[in-house]
């Protein structure tokens, strides 16, 4: 499979504190099914979509005070050169560029603004197999409140051409299209959005990733049921059918209905 371009996201993985429960969740929700990994990479588990596909991972958390997360990674042909631009750019780095064997590099970051993100550096691990599906990761948007400071990031680290949407002020929201690419549906790759007054102060800055589903409101009835919340929704937009929950072990991630879209999208 070809490679992913600097700045598009290529990968997800969530740490949990109970790989076996998270496996159990994530199994009935999509229908995943699971390769079992490694006592050297941690047990790294990798997630598959009924047609075998390779969609995202599952892995145990190392040390019981990081967080219970969905990680999002962006790809990048040189990792250390894309580290030299995140602390120039007054980013921050995680933890620096470490060779995972032979399936690639990996580094984890915050931005200005305190979201953390990753970088992955293919070798044989490419990334997705599939997204943009039922089952499979389909959109992420950084949540900030500094959004000039983190708009300017990720433009300078990755190149990104981006474009505004709504007015700045009572809805601000940006998206970004990889370096080269003209700033249209079909190319953005990632969206920013600012957190206003309605958001509780102690939110973190923070990554949301989307999951498709085929039924929304039949999903958030199963997370319920699974002993997942459901934080918000589900809504209509011009996107999809969404809601904004979290598994039983309290990782926070979206699912869309991308075949249902009620209105126009913002200019």
Same mark, same amino acid.
């Given at each position: 499979m070809a490679g992913y371009a600097d700045g598009v996201p290529c990968w997800v993985d969530a740490m949990l504190s109970d790989l076996e429960?998270?496996?159990?969740?994530?199994?009935?929700?999509?229908?995943?099914?699971?390769?079992?990994?490694?006592?050297?990479?941690?047990y790294y588990t990798q997630?598959?979509?009924?047609?075998?596909?390779?969609?995202?991972?599952?892995?145990?958390?190392?040390?019981?005070?990081?967080?219970?997360?969905?990680?999002?990674? *962006?790809?990048? #042909? @040189?990792?250390?050169?894309?580290?030299?631009?995140?602390?120039? %750019? /007054?980013?921050?780095?995680?933890? &620096?560029?470490?060779?995972?064997?032979?399936?690639?590099?990996? *580094?984890?970051? #915050? @931005?200005?603004?305190?979201?953390?993100?990753?970088?992955?550096? %293919? /070798?044989?691990?490419?990334?997705? &197999?599939?997204?943009g599906e039922p089952g499979s990761y389909t959109w992420a948007e950084i949540l900030t409140r500094d959004a000039e400071r983190v708009d300017t990031f990720y433009e300078t680290v990755f190149g990104y051409g981006s474009r505004q949407i709504g007015d700045g002020e009572n809805f601000d929201y940006k998206v970004f299209a990889p370096e080269g690419k003209d700033v249209t549906p079909a190319n953005v790759v990632l969206g920013r959005f600012r957190m206003g007054s309605e958001f509780p102060a102690e939110l973190p800055a923070h990554y949301d990733v989307y999951f498709g589903v085929e039924d929304a409101d039949r999903a958030a009835e199963t997370i319920r049921r699974l002993g997942?919340?459901?934080?918000?929704?589900?809504?209509?937009?011009?996107?999809g059918r969404f809601a904004v929950v979290a598994d039983d072990q309290g990782a926070n991630f979206s699912i869309i209905d991308q075949s249902r879209t009620v209105g126009d999208v913002p200019a």
């Open positions: 429960a998270g496996k159990r969740f994530y199994g009935e929700l999509f229908g995943w099914t699971f390769r079992d990994g490694e006592k050297e990479y941690g997630a598959f979509a009924a047609d075998g596909k390779n969609v995202a991972a599952l892995s145990p958390k190392p040390d019981g005070r990081m967080p219970t997360v969905w990680n999002l990674y *962006l790809a990048s #042909a @040189d990792a250390q050169a894309t580290a030299a631009r995140i602390r120039e %750019a /007054g980013g921050q780095l995680v933890t &620096e560029p470490m060779a995972v064997g032979s399936y690639g590099t990996m *580094l984890m970051a #915050a @931005d200005p603004g305190g979201a953390v993100f990753g970088v992955w550096q %293919a /070798g044989t691990h490419k990334g997705f &197999e599939k997204s997942g919340r459901v934080n918000r929704g589900p809504d209509d937009s011009p996107f």
